[in-house]
Nanobody
């Protein structure tokens, strides 16, 4: 059974920083893309950033220059460093990964979500 477990959310003032982590565990054969999505109240879930297994990266325009995604393939972990946070970054942040588990077909997995609140 494959699981994605996120950590690092919380309350921060505008201009502040947070670092999110997401670790994949279980009977993992390989991991392709890993990424972060977010969903604000009343809005659809949107892509924040994604990183491929070889390090290719894409960011949403709204976070370019402020957020940095990275991954540690040895630890099956993806990170999101968030700087210069704005109130509009407030959302539940979800980790996502494309994983091939042993004995299973390739599929997309989601974490449980972690709340990020940016407020004075």
């Amino acid at each position: 059974q494959v699981q994605l477990v996120e950590s690092g959310g919380g309350l921060v003032q505008p201009g502040g920083s947070l670092r999110l982590s997401c670790a994949a565990s279980g009977s993992i054969f390989s991991i392709n893309d890993m990424g972060w999505y977010r969903q604000a109240p009343g809005k659809q879930r949107e892509l924040v950033a994604v990183i491929s297994s070889i390090g290719s990266i894409n960011y949403a325009d709204s976070v370019k220059g402020r957020f940095t995604i990275s991954r540690d393939n040895a630890k099956n972990t993806v990170y999101l460093e968030m700087n210069s946070l704005k109130p509009e970054d407030t959302a539940v942040y979800y980790c996502n990964a494309g994983i091939k588990a042993y004995g299973k077909t390739f599929r997309s997995y989601w974490g449980q979500g972690t709340q990020v609140t940016v407020s004075p």
